[in-house]
């Protein structure tokens, strides 16, 4: 062990060298490796030890998901079930980590906790390129297509409220297809109403009725009241931009 003062010359070397991160006047026993020089060690034991990679992120997994409350209430709270998440999938336990943190902690199911309570879009699509190939319409093969369908809707959503409309697009229409084979009409309807409202913000009426017409009959299809009523307000809503007043009127 080195004495302090030879310990604390390191440190200074180390991070006039920038390879240590500055000192944390909140914390300053804390060390970090710069991120560059992080991410530089952790490519060369992807690629030299990739057992020792997958363990290392399967604990950190383990680690930061206890770091924090069952169910945070705030964002910062909420940090380390991110860091969690990033981690997890590093390791390629993606579909452990979308079920019982993403889901159930972060997002709280039908709540949507992250992003209505929250509104962590940016720190959402963070978590979310974890789980995709090709961002943001390729998720990874290790998912149930259940969970794949709801993560392209998930992308889609907040990508439109990040105002990448053209990426959204791609998404959704992918989360759209997953839906109808697997015959999930409420949730296929649900997208087709977020691709009419998309191409109807962009100024595209005709792709907007196009899909406004597939979330009525999707909706009809599903029989849930709410949608069908909602799919009637989104068709009124085009015609009327369209100038059909009488069949907007109708709707």
């Not at 302090?4 to 300053?28: F, G, M, T, V, Y």
């Not at 490519?43 to 409350?69: F, G, I």
């Not at 999938?89 to 902690?105: I, P, S, T």
Request: proline content about 4%.
């Amino acid at each position: 062990q080195l004495p302090h003062d030879e310990w604390e010359w390191a440190l200074d070397n180390l991070r006039a060298a920038r390879l240590i991160a500055n000192k944390d006047p909140q914390n300053p026993s804390l060390l970090d490796c710069h991120p560059l020089v992080r991410e530089h060690y952790g490519d060369k034991v992807k690629a030299l030890n990739p057992q020792a990679w997958v363990e290392a992120h399967r604990r950190l997994y383990e680690y930061y998901k206890s770091q924090t409350t069952e169910y945070p209430e705030t964002i910062e709270e909420m940090t380390p079930l991110y860091s969690a998440v990033a981690h997890a999938c590093q390791a390629g336990l993606h579909q452990n980590a979308f079920d019982e943190v993403y889901k159930r902690r972060i997002q709280r199911y039908e709540e949507y906790y992250n992003m209505y309570k929250l509104g962590a879009f940016s720190a959402d699509l963070a978590i979310l390129s974890g789980f995709f190939e090709e961002p943001w319409y390729k998720p990874v093969g290790g998912l149930s297509a259940l969970d794949r369908s709801e993560l392209l809707g998930c992308a889609g959503f907040v990508l439109i409220k990040l105002g990448r409309f053209t990426e959204a697009m791609k998404s959704i229409e992918a989360a759209l297809q997953e839906f109808l084979r697997l015959e999930d009409w409420k949730e296929a309807a649900i997208n087709a109403n977020n691709l009419s409202e998309l191409h109807l913000t962009t100024g595209d009426l005709i792709r907007s009725y196009y899909y406004a017409e597939k979330c009525l009959s999707l909706a009809d299809l599903s029989g849930n009241v709410f949608w069908k009523v909602n799919a009637r307000t989104v068709l009124a809503t085009v015609l009327y931009q369209k100038g059909e007043f009488e069949q907007a009127e109708d709707l």
